[in-house]
């Protein structure tokens, strides 16, 4: 096996990229098995925290694509897990409300995510899991704002 050269290895910026490509593929295999993708876990989280909302407002507090926020917000009808109704203010725009099937998926992934973050963060204690989380966070934010 060939070795990576430490000028790589020794730059957060070069880990992160790799951790973030392991990471979406471990989100990606775990939301698979429990029949969803992480478009679907984003509407269902952002509904169930704010409540009914437009696809419009969907998209943004997902930072999701219009066209990816119909195609996802499609699936997640033909599940039964959201119903979409004109909005009475405005009947060009739809308002999607989750269902209690749409509940009980986004239970489902949430377990399925959790198994993610412990497969992810494996080795790392829970103190260090918190502050590691802490830390992206901020820097995060900080990136965010610019």
Not at 8 to 24: D, R
Not at 62 to 80: F, K, P, T, Y
Request: with cysteine; hydrophobic share 40%.
């Amino acid at each position: 096996m060939e070795k990576t050269p430490a000028r790589l290895t020794a730059k957060p910026s070069w880990l992160l990229s790799q951790l973030a490509v392991h990471g979406a593929r471990l989100v990606t295999d775990g939301f698979a098995e429990a029949g969803a993708r992480g478009y679907h876990y984003r509407i269902l989280a952002a509904l169930d925290e704010f409540g009914a909302a437009s696809q419009a407002d969907l998209g943004r507090r997902c930072n999701m694509d219009r066209s990816d926020v119909v195609a996802a917000i499609n699936e997640l009808a033909e599940q039964g897990a959201v119903e979409r109704a004109p909005d009475p203010d405005d009947r060009r725009r739809n308002i999607v409300t989750a269902t209690e099937t749409g509940t009980q998926q986004l239970q489902r992934l949430d377990r399925a995510l959790e198994e993610v973050q412990d497969d992810l963060l494996g080795p790392l204690p829970a103190e260090d899991r918190q502050t590691f989380t802490r830390l992206l966070a901020q820097l995060l934010a900080h990136h965010q704002r610019r």
